[in-house]
């Protein structure tokens, strides 16, 4: 049967990594390539990176990074974060990555979606949510809503409504953040991600609150989610991945053992 | 040398740097005389079946893969390769390779898992084998690898003999097929780590008689 599947989530900035692994005897590395070779090896399921340079003339650095992780790493790994158009895609995905991830230029434009699921194939379309409780109005039935820039701005519009639209627009995966529960480590947004999960037919993976193996197990049953994003808890040291999967496999989640 | 048949399906890349990192000469490629010329074939690809079909008719790559199926080189599909080599596909009804016996069929759409959530399609993520019969190219492989895969689509090959592998997603479907000097996996082992390599590795050293 299908694993659940770990993804750390490596951040981006001008071709390092803003928060590099730490480990417990205090080593850093801040290199994304080393840090990619480093998870494929202690067994992650797939990579996520977010490229948070700000500047558009700097993205043939991140261009750089992916083309060299691909030479390194034989597990499928995801790109996002300034995902704009058509080219941008392209421009990931030749480099080498799997996947692309959008999901500012996704809401603002949601054509994107639909030509990136024709020109390169829905499994290569990742719709990126930030998504925020508002409580439950007309505009708002399920009370979440989706939010951009860094989660600043407010879209007026329904996660769950948008997630449903972006599955028929060809989105292949969606990857559901909260933007109440990142940088907490108090545990994965539960009730979203399985009101997200329950009600589209695509692969959705959890992100935003992970702080330790438990917070997995959680939204990997009752959160209903296929995939799991984790980033301090492995990032500095205090958990690494095969401890996160001998947890769950203890708990009877189905994980990939033996990488 | 070993050609990767490039017919605009999907991230070939991929497939040409596993292949250099094991060590091995391979050239992405859709020139006939280059693939006439290889010493071993391997068709990957990712997208739609009908979109497949049109590109390999449209520069002559049908034949050239026939061709070396009679030739007894050692040809690999992969993915969406995998379901071209069958009769048949579903998606977008498309007549396909007709190299091995069989049809390629969607996913049923309400398929549940043991616990009665849904499972989504397209199949994505990793998921181990069973029954792997023994056969050069799987040496070494065991129950508890696990593979990455992505697709909507499985191959039904109407020989279980044809059958190298099966694997468990809501239904068992033939996650290896294969027979003579043809092995095709619906999976990607350019994107399976450890067990992927080692398989993509047996596949280049594989002399079938």
């Given at each position: 049967m299908l694993s659940k599947r770990i993804i750390p989530c490596l951040d981006v900035r001008g071709g390092t990594t803003t928060k590099g692994i730490r480990f417990k005897n205090n080593v850093d590395i801040g290199d994304p390539v080393e840090m990619a070779r480093f998870y494929y090896e202690a067994g992650a399921d797939e990579?996520?990176?977010?490229?948070?340079?700000?500047?558009?003339?700097?993205?043939?650095?991140?261009?750089?990074?992916?083309r060299r992780v691909a030479e390194t790493i034989f597990i499928p790994f995801s790109v996002g974060g300034g995902i704009r158009d058509i080219d941008d895609m392209r421009n990931v995905l030749l480099a080498g990555a799997e996947k692309v991830s959008i999901n500012s230029a996704a809401v603002k434009h949601p054509?994107?979606?639909?030509?990136?699921?024709e020109a390169f194939g829905s499994q290569c379309i990742v719709l990126g949510m930030d998504v925020k409780y508002v409580g439950e109005s007309v505009k708002?039935?399920?009370?979440?809503?989706?939010?951009?820039?860094?989660?600043?701005?407010?879209?007026?519009?329904?996660?769950?409504?948008?997630?449903?639209?972006?599955?028929?627009?060809?989105?292949?995966?969606?990857?559901?953040?909260?933007?109440?529960?990142?940088g907490?480590?108090?545990?994965?947004?539960?009730?979203?991600?399985?009101?997200?999960?329950?009600?589209?037919?695509?692969?959705?993976?959890?992100?935003g609150g992970a702080g330790k193996p438990e917070h997995l197990y959680e939204v990997l049953t009752k959160g209903k989610a296929d995939a799991a994003l984790i980033a301090s808890m492995v990032h500095y040291g205090t958990y690494t991945i095969s401890e996160i999967k001998a947890y769950l496999d203890s708990c009877g989640v189905k994980v990939r053992k033996g990488w | 040398?070993?050609?990767?048949?490039?017919?605009?399906?999907?991230?070939?890349?991929?497939?040409?740097?596993?292949?250099?990192?094991?060590?091995?000469?391979?050239?992405?490629?859709?020139?006939?005389?280059t693939i006439a010329g290889s010493e071993r074939i391997i068709f990957p690809g990712v997208g739609a079946a009908g979109a497949a079909m049109d590109s390999l008719k449209r520069l002559g790559l049908d034949s050239a893969?026939?061709?070396?199926?009679?030739?007894?080189?050692?040809?690999?599909?992969?993915?969406?390769?995998?379901?071209?080599?069958?009769?048949?596909s579903e998606e977008n009804e498309t007549a396909c390779l007709k190299i091995i016996d069989g049809f390629v069929k969607a996913f049923p759409p309400d398929m549940k898992s043991e616990d009665g959530s849904r499972l989504?399609?397209?199949?994505?993520?990793?998921?181990?084998?069973?029954?792997?019969?023994?056969?050069?190219?799987?040496?070494g492989l065991n129950e508890d690898d696990e593979f990455y895969f992505v697709h909507g689509y499985y191959p039904y090959p109407t020989d279980s003999e044809h059958i190298l592998g099966t694997t468990d997603y809501g239904i068992?479907?033939?996650?290896?097929?294969?027979?003579?000097?043809?092995?095709a996996t619906q999976f990607h082992p350019e994107k399976s780590g450890r067990p992927g390599l080692s398989l993509l590795k047996n596949f280049c050293m594989w002399n079938p008689c």
């Open positions: 990579l996520v990176f977010y490229d948070i340079t700000a500047s558009h003339e700097k993205r043939n650095i991140m261009i750089d990074v992916v054509e994107i979606i639909s030509k990136g699921a708002i039935p399920s009370g979440y809503e989706i939010v951009i820039n860094g989660g600043r701005k407010y879209m007026g519009i329904d996660a769950l409504k948008w997630a449903i639209e972006a599955e028929k627009l060809g989105a292949g995966e969606i990857c559901l953040n909260s933007i109440d529960a990142d907490t480590q108090d545990g994965y947004e539960l009730k979203l991600t399985s009101l997200i999960s329950e009600n589209v037919g695509i692969p959705l993976i959890a992100s | 040398m070993i050609a990767i048949i490039d017919y605009d399906a999907g991230n070939l890349a991929s497939v040409e740097r596993a292949v250099s990192y094991l060590g091995f000469k391979c050239i992405v490629t859709n020139n006939i005389k893969i026939k061709q070396a199926v009679i030739d007894g080189k050692p040809i690999l599909g992969i993915c969406l390769g995998t379901q071209i080599i069958m009769e048949y989504k399609i397209p199949h994505m993520g990793w998921n181990g084998l069973k029954n792997i019969k023994k056969h050069p190219v799987l040496s068992f479907f033939a996650s290896v097929i294969g027979f003579n000097n043809i092995i």
